[in-house]
T-cell receptor, first 109, second 114 residues
Framework: GQNIDQPTEMTATEGAIVQINCTYQTSGFNGLFWYQQHAGEAPTFLSYNVLDGLEEKGRFSSFLSRSKGYSYLLLKELQMKDSASYLCAVRDGDYKLSFGAGTTVTVRA | TAGITQAPTSQILAAGRSMTLRCTQDMRHNAMYWYRQDLGLGLRLIHYSNTAGTTGKGEVPDGYSVSRANTDDFPLTLASAVPSQTSVYFC?????????????FGPGTRLTVL
């Protein structure tokens, strides 16, 4: 099976920066995805990494190190609307997505 | 565009009854997926279809069946529901013929089996 670990909860202040870590052990690797999911809604795509390094997309950045089985999602200039669950997902050698349990981020004023 | 639609939005079902969850996409994606999401466990793949006419089993397929008669529709059937199938069900689709093959999700169906 696949093993994807991320923290359960994180809390941060509006305007601050939060880093959500994800470690994985999978059978093969074909890319890592981050999704955002607001309570009661569907997951929405945030970012994709397949090569080592940093991908920046506005206030959100995602980093990947394949040799370490490690990724992080960086949320900058936090806004109240960023309060959500963030899902790390790894595409394995069979091209199937395995998801972590998600990290609930709470942004406080 | 509508993207992916799912029906019903929510349902309460008596144990032992059958039910079909509907999923339709208008993006002409070749691949479609069914996941269930349970608190603390994350999304788990039930069944998938890489193209119309083919289906495959995911991580938790027992008690569920699917069909893929055409590109747009991918219904999920519970033949005889049990309380452990209480969950939120998400359908997703992706275009695996190129690019990142990102999966896009429908709004979900909240199912309660009593």
């Amino acid at each position: 099976g696949q093993n994807i670990d991320q923290p359960t909860e994180m809390t941060a202040t509006e305007g601050a920066i939060v880093q959500i870590n994800c470690t994985y052990q999978t059978s093969g690797f074909n890319g890592l995805f981050w999704y955002q999911q607001h309570a009661g809604e569907a997951p929405t795509f945030l970012s994709y990494n397949v090569l080592d390094g940093l991908e920046e997309k506005g206030r959100f950045s995602s980093f990947l190190s394949r040799s370490k089985g490690y990724s992080y999602l960086l949320l900058k200039e936090l806004q109240m609307k960023d309060s959500a669950s963030y899902l790390c997902a790894v595409r394995d050698g069979d091209y199937k997505l395995s998801f972590g349990a998600g990290t609930t981020v709470t942004v406080r004023a | 565009t509508a993207g992916i639609t799912q029906a019903p939005t929510s349902q309460i079902l008596a144990a032992g009854r059958s039910m079909t969850l509907r999923c339709t996409q208008d993006m002409r994606h070749n691949a479609m997926y069914w996941y269930r999401q349970d608190l603390g466990l994350g999304l788990r793949l039930i069944h998938y279809s890489n193209t119309a006419g083919t289906t495959g089993k995911g991580e938790v397929p027992d008690g569920y069946s699917v069909s893929r008669a055409n590109t747009d529709d991918f219904p999920l059937t519970l033949a005889s529901a049990v309380p452990s199938q209480t969950s939120v069900y998400f359908c997703a689709s992706s275009d695996s013929k190129g690019g990142t093959d990102t999966q896009y999700f429908g709004p979900g169906t909240r199912l309660t089996v009593l």
